[in-house]
């Protein structure tokens, strides 16, 4: 029996997107998660300067 993969999530739905404003950059940006208010979010480009130049 094959699996068919689907689209976004485990259900082949389109993951729901969530919409943000970067804490670094401070531009609009959407996640896949429901933000906290406790925790920055960052855009893609800013995640991923921080990711690279975090060591």
């Known amino acids: 029996m094959a699996f068919q ?4 999530g485990f259900s082949g739905r389109p993951r729901e997107m969530h919409k943000a404003i970067c804490g670094e950059c401070k531009k609009e940006c959407e996640v896949p998660f429901k933000p906290s208010e406790d925790r920055p979010v960052y855009c893609k480009e800013c995640f991923a300067k921080r990711k690279d130049g975090g060591r």
Do not use: A, L
Not at 5 to 8: C, K, T
């Open 5 to 8: 993969q689907g689209g976004g």
